[in-house]
């Protein structure tokens, strides 16, 4: 079955950054793009970008331009985003997601990465 | 960007009721807009894709309909199972794909 695995959680300092990773099985790794998604309470659902998983080419909503850095392993069929600069701002539960077009049939269970000093 | 209005906020329904909620879009997507719904401390689960597709393995008890700028999620025989949020997601402007704020769905 399709599973996409996300590493677990992170509390990070300001200023500092992160590199969470997810785990995907049960298909062809290379036949799908990997797209991230940041969730918060106040702001909800927010996409950040996607990776070609075949080829390593990256698409980012331009809001994430400069704050987030995808990047892919074939080899481990794993997926990595990166999130830098960290501020108070960036805490947010970040899911990957499998996507078709962007339409996304399965997603990671979610990390949360808390941003406090 | 593309703003996905959804209403209402919070939903409060009694078990057998039907419910439909709404998305807005603030330009024309066609029919780029899909439906997922997120209980509690889960992830996002994709119920129906372009508008009205639905999806191997979600219960034909929803089912949804639109296009354009208005679109409907369809809930037939509310069941305690379908407590969650349900955000809609448009990808007719991408990579700005934005998402709507979400429906709560509570059960009297």
């Not at chain 1, 481990?76 to 997601?97: G, H, K, N, R």
Request: glycine fraction near 8%.
């Amino acid at each position: 079955q399709v599973q996409l695995q996300q590493s677990g959680a992170e509390l990070a300092k300001p200023g500092s950054s992160v590199k969470i990773s997810c785990k995907a099985s049960g298909y062809t790794f290379t036949s799908y793009y990997i797209s991230w998604i940041k969730q918060t309470t106040g702001q909800g659902l927010e996409y950040i970008g996607y990776i070609n998983t075949g080829s390593g080419g990256t698409n980012y909503n331009e809001k994430f331009k400069g704050k987030a850095t995808l990047t892919v392993d074939k080899s481990s069929s794993t997926a990595f985003m990166q999130l830098s600069s960290l501020t108070p701002d960036d805490s947010a539960v970040y899911y990957c997601a499998r996507g078709i077009r962007r339409v996304f049939d399965y997603w990671g269970q979610g990390v949360m990465v808390t941003v406090s000093s | 960007d593309i703003v996905l209005t959804q209403s209402p906020t919070t939903l409060s329904v009694t078990p057998g009721e039907t419910v439909s909620l709404s998305c807005r879009a603030s330009h024309s997507i066609g029919t780029n807009l899909h439906w997922y719904q997120q209980k509690t401390n889960e992830s996002p689960r994709l119920l129906i894709k372009y508008a009205s597709q639905s999806i191997s393995g979600i219960p034909s008890r929803f089912s949804a309909s639109g296009s354009g700028t208005d679109f409907t999620l369809n809930i037939n025989n509310v069941e305690f199972d379908d407590v969650s949020s349900y955000f809609c997601q448009q990808t007719q402007s991408w990579p700005a794909l934005t998402f709507g704020s979400g429906t709560k769905l509570e059960i009297k």
